[in-house]
């Protein structure tokens, strides 16, 4: 069973949107830099997508920043993602990794293995899986 069976329309139409536009931001950031800082985005209750980088380049405490960002905001969002950049060891990767919290719905996460070659990012397919709420 999918989170898509007992997820509203409109709930799904708002994650897709803010996992689209992480994933596509990401890329660009690792075409132009070869690297990416983590950012979060969120839908406010007007819906209205907003960006926020968390003006540190340390992944863990910007990660940290991010959610403690949006939790206080939490009242104003329906729908927010944060996005890191992770190193995937098992493979020798790195990877795109997206969490997404509905206020309405599920929480999820989304792994976009990755790799860089001659300035080129060549993606893999992406991985789903169940998240904790953090925001809400």
């Known amino acids: 069973m999918?989170?898509?069976?007992?997820?509203?329309q409109p709930v799904q139409d708002?994650?897709?949107?803010?996992?689209?536009?992480?994933?596509?931001?990401a890329e660009e950031q690792l075409t132009q830099r070869g690297e990416f800082y983590p950012f979060s985005?969120?839908?406010?209750?007007?819906g209205d997508r907003k960006l926020f980088g968390a003006?540190?380049?340390?992944?863990?405490r910007?990660?940290?920043?991010s959610f403690g960002a949006l939790?206080?905001?939490?009242?104003?969002?329906?729908?927010?993602?944060v996005a890191v950049d992770v190193s995937l060891p098992e493979t020798g990767t790195s990877g795109i990794e997206?969490?997404?919290?509905?206020s309405n719905g599920p929480a999820i996460g989304v792994l976009k293995p990755y790799t860089i070659s001659n300035g080129a990012v060549t993606a893999e397919p992406?991985?789903?899986f169940t998240a904790q709420h953090l925001i809400w």
Do not use: F, N, Q, Y
Not at 98 to 102: A, G, P, Q, R, S
């Open 14 to 25: 708002d994650m897709d949107d803010l996992l689209d536009a992480a994933l596509i931001l």
């Open 98 to 102: 997206v969490h997404i919290e509905h």
């Open 71 to 81: 939790r206080a905001m939490r009242t104003d969002i329906r729908a927010a993602a």
């Open 126 to 128: 992406l991985e789903g």
């Open 41 to 46: 985005m969120a839908i406010d209750v007007s």
């Open 55 to 60: 003006g540190t380049g340390d992944a863990r």
């Open 2 to 8: 999918s989170w898509r069976d007992t997820t509203p």
């Open 62 to 65: 910007a990660k940290e920043m």
